[in-house]
Structure formats: C-alpha cells, structure tokens
T-cell receptor, first 113, second 113 residues
Framework: AQSVTQPDIHITVSEGASLELRCNYSYGATPYLFWYVQSPGQGLQLLLK??????LVQGIKGFEAEFKRSQSSFNLRKPSVHWSDAAEYFC???????????FGTGTRLKVLA | SQTIHQWPATLVQPVGSPLSLECTVEGTSNPNLYWYRQAAGRGLQLLFYSIGIDQISSEVPQNLSASRPQDRQFILSSKKLLLSDSGFYLCAWSVTGGSYEQYFGPGTRLTVT
C-alpha cells in the first residue's frame, strides 16, 4: 500500500544549526513528492516539489530536499535554521492519475534561541 | 495570480446544528478542489475532492457532505454537527491536468460545543 512516513514527530534545533527532516515513502511508480510548511493556525505553504530530473531540488525560504530512489526517501534540509522556521512540516506523495496526495503525519520543529 | 479564500475563519457551533463552510478560488478555471480536516495534533485527512462540477468524491464516511455550485466554489456542509467534527478545515486547489501541487487556503477553525 502507498504510504508516507515522517519518523520524527518533534525535532528541536538551535537557531543557526543545520536541519534535516526525514520523509520515507512507499509507492510503486515514480513519485511526485512535496514538502509543505504550516505555521500555527494557518494553511499549508508549498516549500518545494520533485517530479523528475535533478534529484536535489531547491525551494523557498532556503530549503532543499534530495530524492533518493534507492532509499525511498525525500529528506528536507536547511543549512542554518532561523527562529521563524518553527512550524510543522508535512511531506506528501502525489498519487498518479488521481490528483490526490498521501500526507505524512508531520514533524513539528521547535527552534531554540 | 491565483488566490483561495475560506470563510468563516473561525466558527463555534453547538452539537446538532448545521454547518456550511465556503471555499472560493480566483484566477484559475476548472480547478481540482479538496476539503481536508486536521484534528488537534494530528495530520491531514482528505474528506472530499472534486475534479469538476458534479464530480465530487468522498474519501471518508461521515456526516459531512460537499457541493460545488460553481466552477471555483466548494462548499462543505453538515445537517447536524457532532463533537467529533471539531477541527481545522482546509480547502485546497490544484490545476486540472497539471503537475499535482496543491495550494491551500487559510483554513477554518471549527469548534463544536
């Protein structure tokens, strides 16, 4: 069955430290992969997406993600975290032919000053 | 550019009362439309999606219903609210035949008392 796993429910990092949020997927075909960010009480904002081509994709707000087919992973990274990055982050897989997503359960990021 | 609106932003309703949440997209034609629910501390649950007027799919059995009276308008309704209907309701849209990315509205916080 298709699924998306975000193994870390909560992550705490210090401001200025690097960040990696994990996302693993189970999907038979080449996946369409997405990362979203949600600040408290707000909607989701698309950070970046992967459809094909270069496996390292750049997004907004200084985020990047790397698609690794062999590991079925699409981890989100940022070299230096800012306090404003504190939010919840969701990984999603687009289900081919349906326009639907499978979402991970999210990772809540806390940033220490 | 495209924008998505949801209203109301916040709603407090008693158990057994009706519900109507509205979502409108501007700046695009024939979008795919989605309703999600996010319960407190939990991920996103797809409730309904629509690939056109009179084409609405329900993902989860529940006492909610959806309608699409116009191309860019999506309504979420209930005849009698339950306590378990409390949550954060998000509307989203994507381009028909496009690259799958979904764009989310600001959400409606529903509290059933």
């Amino acid at each position: 069955a298709q699924s998306v796993t975000q193994p870390d429910i909560h992550i705490t990092v210090s401001e200025g430290a690097s960040l990696e949020l994990r996302c693993n997927y189970s999907y038979g075909a080449t996946p369409y992969l997405f990362w979203y960010v949600q600040s408290p009480g707000q909607g989701l904002q698309l950070l970046l997406k992967y459809f094909s081509g270069d496996t390292l994709v750049q997004g907004i707000k200084g985020f990047e993600a790397e698609f690794k087919r062999s590991q079925s992973s699409f981890n989100l990274r940022k070299p230096s975290v800012h306090w404003s990055d504190a939010a919840e982050y969701f990984c999603a897989v687009g289900v081919s032919g349906t326009y639907k997503y499978i979402f991970g359960t999210g990772t809540r990021l806390k940033v220490l000053a | 550019s495209q924008t998505i609106h949801q209203w109301p932003a916040t709603l407090v309703q008693p158990v057994g009362s009706p519900l109507s949440l509205e979502c409108t997209v501007e700046g695009t034609s024939n979008p795919n439309l989605y309703w999600y629910r996010q319960a407190a501390g939990r991920g996103l649950q797809l409730l309904f999606y629509s690939i056109g007027i009179d084409q609405i799919s329900s993902e989860v059995p529940q006492n909610l219903s959806a309608s699409r009276p116009q191309d860019r308008q999506f309504i979420l309704s209930s005849k009698k609210l339950l306590l378990s209907d409390s949550g954060f309701y998000l509307c989203a849209w994507s381009v028909t035949g496009g690259s799958y990315e979904q764009y989310f509205g600001p959400g409606t916080r529903l509290t059933v008392t």
